[in-house]
């Protein structure tokens, strides 16, 4: 299961991410990334190996942009690797998107890309994305938003995306189909997340995203939209009340036994 975290607020993205991605890192995974806008561009890092490396690589560098998004990859299509790992980003990256689940009709629009000019370099199937973004945004479409929106809609499979463009600094597109993604609104910025224990410590109260939804995130706060891009004025929000130890290890060596020891209380 890959993980995604994304933030976008008033302080630099960087630790935020990595925090996240630590916090994702029961889902199992064998390479980490983030794309973080930095002066006028997309700086995007990833590595083979666990999120500390990432972290390590990240200490170097010490970005201070306060957009990012984060991800921890289990492979799928192609192998381990920093050339498969995420975020993978358009031609001109420009554009860079995370991504949990499988694009079943990825051969196909990758065929159709290249015949259009588009250039891959990695063996994934989430590659598609950024360039089906990339491509409508050349068709006319007029942001980000819509440009996600016409992208998904030639998506076939499952899907949790993150979006960030240099284009658009600031902001973050994020949607869903059979794949979750929550959102939530802090003190410092915006965050979206494939599991809320990524931002409990900013916020407990989230958004649950439907299938087929998108939300825009900013540093002034979060809109929701339908697949037809129709603003959703009054989304669900549920509080979360439990503490973060109910979802971290618990001193045990790994989730699996720390569940086994856990069936007694759950079943009372």
Known sequence: MCGIVGFTGTRPAQGILIEGLSRLEY?????????????GKLEVVHRKGKVSSLAHTLGHFNFEGACGIGHTRWATHGRPSEANAHPHTSCDGRIAVVHNGIIENFADLREELQAA????????????????????L???????LSAVRSACERLVGAYALAVVSADEPGTIVATRKDSPLVVGQGAEG??????????????????????????????????????????????RVTHVDWNLDVAEKGGYPDFMLKEIHEQPRVIR
């Not at 889902?27 to 002066?39: F, H, M, N, P, T």
């Not at 000019?117 to 409508?136: K, M, N, R, Y």
């Not at 915006?190 to 599991?195: I, L, M, Q, R, T």
């Not at 900013?202 to 129709?230: C, H, I, S």
């Open 190 to 235: 915006a965050y979206v997340a494939s599991d809320i224990i990524a931002m409990i410590d900013a916020t407990r109260d989230v958004v649950v995203m439907n299938d087929g939804e998108l939300a825009k995130l900013t540093p002034e706060g979060v809109t929701y939209y339908t697949a037809a891009g129709q603003v959703i004025e009054d989304p």
């Open 138 to 144: 050349r068709d006319g479409a007029p942001d980000l």
């Open 27 to 39: 889902r199992g995974y064998d390479s980490a990334g983030v794309a973080i806008y930095q002066d």
């Open 117 to 136: 000019g588009h250039s891959f370099t990695s063996d994934t199937d989430t590659e598609v994305v950024p360039h089906l973004i990339e491509q409508a």
